[in-house]
């Protein structure tokens, strides 16, 4: 059962790259700064999928959603936040980090018309509908 989870897992957040899907991936994944800062969780249901990601300090008109053959692109951008160094523009310590930050998931068999966005709080909320048949065309979604 744990197999099956971790294989669906690495099905839906593969971003197309079969070969280098699970090679490294704890590794290399601390130095990947949107895999960094688009933590997400995915939830399935018979009739659609929901994808939840934390996007803290980002205003939804600097996000950007894609959905082109079965491939869902999140695309964001951070504005640089206030300086909080001392009076010789010292930083003892900083965590934050701002720039441009994307991820991909694969969604099959989603009824792209259907795609519904909303973002609350610094948490994005994607609903992808199912469909029976594959389409392959290109939508961009617009965040509520």
């Known amino acids: 059962m744990a197999h099956e ?4 897992f690495n099905d839906l957040m ?9 090679f490294g991936r704890s590794f290399f994944s601390n130095f990947d700064g949107s895999l960094k800062e ?6 399935e249901t018979d009739k659609d999928y929901t994808l939840v990601i934390d996007v803290p300090g980002v205003d939804k008109k600097d996000m950007t959603i894609d959905y082109k053959d079965g491939i869902l ?10 300086d ?6 010292n930083i003892v310590a900083s965590e934050r980090s701002y720039g441009r930050f994307a991820r991909q ?3 099959e068999n989603v009824d792209r018309d259907g795609i519904t966005a909303k973002c609350e709080n610094g948490v994005l909320t994607i609903v992808l509908p199912k469909t029976e048949e594959e389409i392959s065309q290109t939508s961009h979604i617009q965040i509520d």
């Open 84 to 89: 909080e160094s001392d009076s010789e523009g």
């Open 105 to 107: 998931y694969n969604f």
């Open 38 to 43: 688009m933590k997400s969780d995915i939830k």
């Open 14 to 22: 593969n971003n197309g790259d079969d070969f280098f899907s699970n």
């Open 5 to 8: 989870l971790t294989n669906r």
């Open 73 to 82: 692109t999140v695309s964001a951008k951070r504005d640089s936040f206030s």
